[in-house]
C-alpha cells in the first residue's frame, strides 16, 4: 500500500537535558494531537538534536492520506464518465491509463487534511502562530 504524506507542523523543544526536552515535546504531542479525535491518519516524528548548547526534541507532524483505492476508483469512475460522454462508446482503454489525474487527486486530498490539521491545532492552541 502506497501512503503520501505531507508535513503540516514542526515544533522544537529545549531543555536542560535530553529526557526533560523528550518529555516536553511528548507531553505537548499528547496534549495537542493524540488525545483529539479529529487527528486520523496523522504521523509523528521526533528528531533528537545535539548541536546546540541545549539537547533539542524537534516534532515533525504529518497528514497521511492512505485511502489509495477510494481515490483511484474516484479516478476510474471520472475516467469511464468521460470517455462515454465525448467518445460515445463504453471500451475506456484501462491498460493505457498513465492516472496522473489520480496522483493528482492524492496530492489534493493530502493538502486538504494537511491545512484542515494546520487550523485544528490553531483551534486547540497547540501552536505559537
Known sequence: MIKYSQEFFKKSFTA???KAAYLSAVKWYSTNVLSKAEFINVHVQFIKEDKEEFPTITIRLFAVQDGEQDVMAQHCQCCREMHHNFFINEDTHCNRCSALGFQNRLEQKVNIKKNWYRE??????GTDE
Do not use: E, F
Not at 485544528?120 to 492552541?125: D, I, P, T, V
Open 120 to 125: 485544528l491545532l490553531r483551534k486547540y492552541g
Open 16 to 18: 536542560g537535558d535530553m
